[in-house]
Structures are given as structure tokens and as C-alpha cells.
């Protein structure tokens, strides 16, 4: 019997020591964005399937036949539109809103409106009409928009100059708070399932209700009460901006006349006028580039579209892998409240409500577009996509370099000063330190 020889084998090489810091970073990168795409994935389809079979089953009721697929999407694609679709009608409500009712007044009626409308919502699987269920959560967006401009500016005005970044910074924490809360709550093992969906939807409405419960303890804005309403008396110590604070309250209200008198030429602004008005200019530019890099900043695409795909961490370095989780987490909250707060601070009384609901219409509108037009630039590009919004972030941080002034402890007649002299030194008017340039404009026309 012949004796096996060993065969050999070509070009054998010896194992090769791994390298023991870069392999598990690349595995943990595969995981955690594998991870982190299903839960998102999950989160996201997990309300679409419930919409889905809900329409599909009403469709079924209503016509003994299937919903065909086509429909199924332009209906679930409509009521995704309809609450951006609300949050448009409710800034461009806003602004007569709370002029004529006032900033907690405002805030009152709109609760109301949100109880109602949580009442539509939990009713939706009673009805069991499509139709119906669109109809309510436009409603929800409208209140919605409401209060993503009513919360700021009442915030605003009822803060000391000291604190006023800080109050309306930290109220986003509790936005951030209740997305948490709803996320937790939409768990299929607790209110994320068929039969208890419509109490989910209601839980806004028990938020409401204790709104409406604390809301008549607040103070009304004090700016609102004096400038705009003419009640000084009413515009008391205890009504101002320092209560609870060590704060000079006599020269606050005498800073609330000195607002009185520099607005002259800005009473009752509508969304035209403040358009048209020359002397609020680049104001008005502000806000729309403020609000806008809010959503053209590509963080709306992200959240639609997974930033980082699964296979990127065959390909990339684990070290750019990182870099994308940290921008990611980094760019989670946005920009946040701060242009909230820089557009409170460029507006005196009379124009400071238009100006948020110019600022909100921009937001929900933009909003809207990019969730349609990003969609469909994404499928004839694919990740190439992200490269459009590089110019636009540019363009606005440097419209920020450049215009918009440091607010940080400064009344609202400050920030007019400091405005209006860096708009004139780009028109070729006075510089930052000229004398004249430290007027405020109180003629007709508007003029500088």
C-alpha cells in the first residue's frame, strides 16, 4: 500500500496577528448602526402599519373590498402632509391670536383647541373613517403650530434679559422630554398596538387639561400689557419679568417705554406689512435664513434616511465610522431654540409676534418640502445627496459671522442699536461705532 504523501499547499501564508484596537471598533460600528437603523426603522414603521391596517380594515368596511396598495400609500402619505399642512395653518393663525387675546390668553384657547382635538383623535376608531382620521390630525397640527410659536415668545417676555437664553433654551429639554415619554408609551407591549392606540393619541389632551388648570396662576406678559394693551397699571412690579429675581423693576418699566417709544412706526404689523417695511429689512431676511438652516441643514434628511448604511463599515475607516456617530449625536437636537431666541430679540412688541409666525410658516414649510423633495433627489443620487446642503449651512453661518449681533444680557432697544449699525455699514452707512448709528428708528417711513 503506497504511503500518502502530504500534499502542499501554494502560496501559504502564516496567520497574521489581528489587530486588537481597530477590528472591534469596526464590529461595534456595524452593530450599534445596525442597531441603531432598526430602532429607527421600528419606530417608524411601527406607526405606519398601525395606519395602515387601520385604513385598510375601514376601506374593507366601507366598500367589502381590499385597499389596493397604491391608495394605501397616497393615504398614508396625506396624513404624514396634513399635520405639517396644520402646522402652516397655525402659524399663519398665530400671529391675530395672540394679539387679541394675548400671550396667555393664546396659550389658553389653544389648549382648549388641543383637548378638541385629542378628542377627534381617540374617536378615530370609533368613526372609522379615513377621512376623518386625516380631518383630525390636521387639527393636531394646527394646534401644534399654535404652540411652537406661543410658547417662545411668551417665554421671552415674561424672562429678565439675564435669564432670557436660559428659560427659553431649557424648555426645549421638556420637548425633548415628552418625545421620549411618547416613544416609551408607543411600545407595542404598552399603547403601540392595535386596540390601544387611540388612548395614545388622547394622552395630549390630559396635558391640556392641566395646562388650562395653572395657566390662569401666570402672569401676562408684562411688554404686552403696557405696549401693546396700554395697561400700566396693570404691568406691575409683581407682573414684571424680575419677580423672584434681584432686578431693578423701575428701570424695566421704564425700559418698557422707552420700547413704547422707539415702535412707533412698527404698530400692528401684519405679515405683509412687516414684509414691506424697510426698516425691518434684514430682520425679516434673519429670520428666514435663521429658520430655514433649522431644516436645510440636512439633519430632516438624516432622520428620514439612515446616514450611515450597513455596509459602511467594510469600506470606511473605523475612525470616520465614529466621526458620523458623533456628528450625528451632535446635530440630534439641531440648532434648538437659539433662533427662537435671536428672533424675540430682533423684534420690539408690536412686530414680535408676526415675526414668529413668519419664522413658523418657514419652518413647517420647509419642513414639507424637503420631506418631499429630498425623497425623490435621494433616489437619482443616492448619499450624494447630503453633498447639496454643505453650500447652504456655509452660506448661513456666514450670514450669521457677519449680521446677526451678540444679544447676550442686552434689553431689546439694545439689540435694535446693535442691529441696525451692522446693516447700515453693509448698505455703506455709519460704522458699529459711530454716534449716529446708535439711533433708533422712529419715523413713518421706517428709514434708518
Not at 456666514?398 to 431689546?412: A, D, Q, S
Request: hydrophobic fraction near 45%; proline fraction near 5%; glycine fraction near 8%.
Amino acid at each position: 500500500m503506497a504511503s500518502r504523501r502530504p500534499t502542499k499547499q501554494k502560496n501559504y501564508r502564516p496567520p497574521q496577528p489581528r489587530n486588537l484596537t481597530t477590528q472591534p471598533i469596526i464590529h461595534a460600528s456595524r452593530l450599534i448602526q445596525q442597531k441603531e437603523k432598526k430602532n429607527k426603522v421600528l419606530i417608524r414603521e411601527r406607526g405606519r402599519i398601525l395606519i395602515e391596517d387601520f385604513y385598510n380594515t375601514t376601506y374593507h368596511l366601507k366598500n367589502s373590498v381590499g385597499i389596493d396598495k397604491g391608495f394605501l400609500t397616497i393615504l398614508y402619505s396625506l396624513t404624514l402632509a396634513m399635520f405639517s399642512m396644520g402646522g402652516l395653518i397655525g402659524s399663519l393663525l398665530f400671529s391675530p391670536i395672540v394679539d387679541k387675546f394675548g400671550r396667555k390668553g393664546a396659550l389658553m384657547l389653544n389648549n382648549f383647541l388641543s383637548m378638541g382635538s385629542s378628542v377627534l383623535m381617540g374617536l378615530s376608531a370609533t368613526i372609522r373613517a379615513y377621512e376623518y382620521t386625516i380631518f383630525s390630525r390636521m387639527v393636531n397640527g394646527i394646534c401644534t403650530g399654535i404652540f411652537a410659536c406661543a410658547v417662545p415668545l411668551y417665554l421671552a417676555e415674561v424672562s429678565p434679559k439675564n435669564l432670557r437664553g436660559g428659560i427659553m433654551t431649557v424648555s426645549r429639554i421638556f420637548v425633548v422630554v415628552g418625545i421620549l415619554c411618547c416613544q416609551i408609551l408607543a411600545l407595542p407591549e404598552l399603547l403601540g398596538n392595535i386596540n390601544e392606540w387611540p388612548i395614545l393619541l388622547s394622552i395630549p389632551g390630559g396635558m391640556a387639561l392641566f395646562q388650562v388648570l395653572i395657566l390662569p396662576f401666570f402672569p401676562e406678559s408684562p411688554r404686552f400689557l403696557l405696549i401693546q394693551k396700554r395697561k400700566g397699571r396693570d404691568a406691575s412690579p409683581k407682573n414684571g419679568s424680575g419677580g423672584g429675581y434681584d432686578l431693578n423693576v423701575d428701570q424695566e418699566i421704564e425700559e418698557l417705554y422707552q420700547e413704547d417709544q422707539a415702535e412707533k412706526a412698527e404698530k400692528v404689523m401684519s405679515g405683509m406689512k412687516i414684509i414691506c417695511y424697510r426698516g425691518l429689512r434684514w430682520q425679516v431676511v434673519s429670520v428666514i435664513i435663521l429658520m430655514s438652516g433649522q431644516q436645510l441643514s440636512g439633519f430632516s434628511a438624516v432622520r428620514a434616511t439612515s446616514l450611515v448604511q450597513p455596509h459602511v463599515g467594510h469600506c470606511v475607516h473605523p475612525a470616520n465610522v465614529s466621526l458620523c456617530f458623533c456628528l450625528q449625536v451632535s446635530l440630534s437636537p439641531r440648532s434648538g431654540a437659539v433662533p427662537q431666541v435671536i428672533i424675540a430679540e430682533l423684534f420690539l412688541q408690536s412686530s414680535r409676534s408676526t415675526a414668529f409666525s413668519l419664522g413658523g410658516f418657514m419652518y413647517w414649510l420647509i419642513s414639507l418640502l424637503t420631506g418631499v423633495i429630498f425623497r425623490q433627489v435621494e433616489s437619482k443620487i443616492g448619499s450624494y445627496s447630503f453633498l447639496l446642503f454643505w453650500p447652504l449651512c456655509f452660506g448661513i453661518f456666514f450670514y450669521i459671522f457677519k449680521i446677526i449681533p451678540e444679544t447676550k444680557g442686552k434689553t431689546f432697544l439694545d439689540i435694535r442699536r446693535l442691529m441696525n449699525p451692522c446693516l447700515r455699514l453693509l448698505e455703506g452707512g455709519p460704522t458699529l461705532f459711530s454716534s449716529s448709528a446708535l439711533i433708533v428708528p422712529t419715523s413713518a417711513s421706517g428709514e434708518l
